[in-house]
């Protein structure tokens, strides 16, 4: 007899941002009067450090259905609900050598966890009882098979040390003859039985058990139990049987780009599909733009290769792109969580994926009204190196954490700072405390969830004229392109 699964599909990720040139060049500004006009370099002045390879994404169409089909855990159709209880004292003798038919708790044969039970019932509703011991928190499996022309279920009970009763914890008792039963249970320290019973017909059976008392996530082998996602963050854990599979549960939004790293231990061997709530698939290294929806990441064991006291690596990062593959140049936070994006002609900006809307308006009311108002206008553009920030007194881009400076505003993490020029940014002013303006520069603060302008911080007569704008920059930004080339 065996007890036969089907399982494919190893993963491991790397991620690389390659090489690339701004097809267009890139744009330095020149301060003409009161404008600012956009002048196009050679290309040789724009080399990338860093563009991502959008090629190299991969998308659903890129899995395989695995030949694949789960086992049923736990599954009880039948519930034991005769009353059992022990003497422990009559227990005393019993051992794995001890003749006595162990048809009834209190002949139970005492087992150790990592053994296998071959045993025979002769008729139809006998009973055979096993007892183990657990010394501390420890993840059990028993896996059983049986003849074809028998159904045997599974039961797991707690001893009440106390008074002796024996407490239903678990088990799987799938109806149906020839019929794997399989449970998983969490079991604390404690005195434990194992009682089969033949539902229908007679036979023999093999069991399998195991313990695991190494990995702090389980139970977690189905999508009820999954492990959360943790961002950036690699976990480990361990296999502790053939029967282990460890669900990995990650929600993908719009605009997600997920990197997907997964290392095995020397010495095992470890597959991992992803399962969609449909499908199973194979998955292979790489960087994916998956669909929206639910995934489950399930590792187990391919072969009798696994270990408990050996860790296996997961790690799952997230970050949003737009789905442009011209919009290549970037820069980002470390951890990627803030992303603002743009292509090679300057015509379209993005950040987390979401198209950027540079314009703005806002009243506030100050012993009188103030109308702020950011237009787009046909020549406006976005201080991307650094030459165009020197001329324009500005900053390259970068992120920041900023707080609400008023009663009714909002405060924003990550929040995108970018400079313009070109553009036509004004304030109406009816307050007698602060002055309007025009200008054809603006330094904005942009809401990187959604892609809007949420204020302007310079120049801003309230911030110009005592008001005060909490904020602190978000530090080790960086850009995957020169902008600061040596001519």
């Given at each position: 007899m065996?007890i036969r699964?089907k399982?494919?599909g ?8 390659s ?20 002048e ?32 049923d ?12 209880s022990?003497?422990?004292?009559d ?5 794995e ?5 162990n048809?009834?708790p209190?002949d ?34 028993a ?8 159904d ?29 039963e ?7 320290e ?18 399998y ?13 189905t999508t009820?139990?999954?492990?959360s996602?943790v961002?950036n ?10 029967f ?5 549960k990650?929600?993908i ?9 997964f ?6 061997d ?16 790489g ?9 489950y990441f ?7 290769n696994?270990s408990?006291d ?5 790690k ?9 593959e ?20 300057r015509?379209?900006f993005y ?20 109308y702020f ?6 020549d406006?553009?976005?201080v991307l190196f650094q030459?165009?920030?020197m ?21 924003y993490?990550?929040a995108l700072?970018?400079g313009l020029f070109n553009t ?8 007698s ?12 603060i ?8 949420v ?30 080339p040596?001519?």
């Amino acid at each position: 007899m065996k007890i036969r699964k089907k399982m494919a599909g190893t993963i491991a990720m790397i991620m690389a941002l390659s090489l690339g040139y701004n097809a267009g060049g890139p744009v330095v500004v020149h301060a003409h009067e009161n404008a600012v006009i956009t002048e196009k370099l050679g290309e040789t002045a724009a080399s990338q450090e860093g563009v991502i390879d959008f090629s190299a994404i991969k998308d659903n169409e890129d899995l395989e259905v695995a030949d694949y089909l789960p086992s049923d855990i736990n599954d009880m159709e039948k519930i034991c609900t005769e009353d059992y209880s022990v003497n422990l004292v009559d227990m005393a003798d019993n051992t794995e050598d001890n003749k006595t038919v162990n048809d009834n708790p209190n002949d139970a044969k005492a087992i150790s966890l990592g053994t296998q039970v071959y045993d025979t019932v002769a008729t139809e509703l006998e009973q055979r009882w096993y007892a183990f011991s657990v010394a501390k928190a420890t993840k059990f499996t028993a896996a059983m098979v049986m003849d074809d022309t028998a159904d045997f279920d599974l039961y797991v009970y707690k001893l009440n040390e106390t008074d002796g009763t024996l407490e239903l914890v678990g088990g799987s008792a799938i109806v149906g003859a020839g019929t794997q039963e399989l449970s998983m249970l969490k079991l604390d320290e404690g005195i434990y039985f194992i009682g089969i019973e033949a539902a229908t017909g007679n036979g023999s059976f093999l069991m399998y058990t195991y313990a695991g008392v190494n990995d702090g996530k389980e139970i977690n082998d189905t999508t009820d139990l999954a492990s959360s996602y943790v961002r950036n963050s690699r976990m480990t854990a361990t296999i502790d049987s053939p029967f282990d599979y460890d669900y990995y549960k990650v929600v993908i939004s719009k605009n997600d780009i997920l990197e997907y790293t997964f290392d095995q231990p020397t010495g095992c061997d470890y597959k991992v599909l992803v399962y969609d709530g449909k499908n199973y698939y194979t998955i292979n290294n790489g960087t994916y733009r998956l669909n929206t929806g639910t995934y489950y990441f399930i590792v187990m064991a391919s072969s009798m290769n696994y270990s408990d006291d050996k860790y296996y690596g997961i790690k799952f990062q997230k970050y949003k792109l737009a789905d442009d593959e011209n919009a290549k140049y970037m820069w980002y936070t470390p951890d990627k969580e803030a992303i603002f994006q743009f292509d090679g002609s300057r015509t379209n900006f993005y950040v987390n994926g979401n198209p950027i809307d540079f314009t703005y308006e806002r009243t506030v009311k100050s012993n009188g009204n103030i109308y702020f108002n950011l237009y787009k206008t046909k020549d406006q553009n976005v201080v991307l190196f650094q030459s165009e920030a020197m001329q324009v007194m500005q900053e390259v881009p970068t992120f920041i954490n900023v707080s609400a400076p008023f009663s009714g505003w909002n405060s924003y993490k990550n929040a995108l700072v970018v400079g313009l020029f070109n553009t036509n940014w004004r304030v109406n002013s009816f307050s007698s405390n602060y002055d309007g303006l025009t200008s054809n520069c603006a330094t904005v603060i942009i809401d990187s969830d959604t892609g809007k302008v949420v204020d302007v911080m310079t120049p801003n007569p309230l911030y110009d004229n005592g008001v005060v704008l909490h904020w602190t920059r978000v530090s080790g930004v960086q850009a995957n392109y020169n902008y600061d080339p040596v001519d």
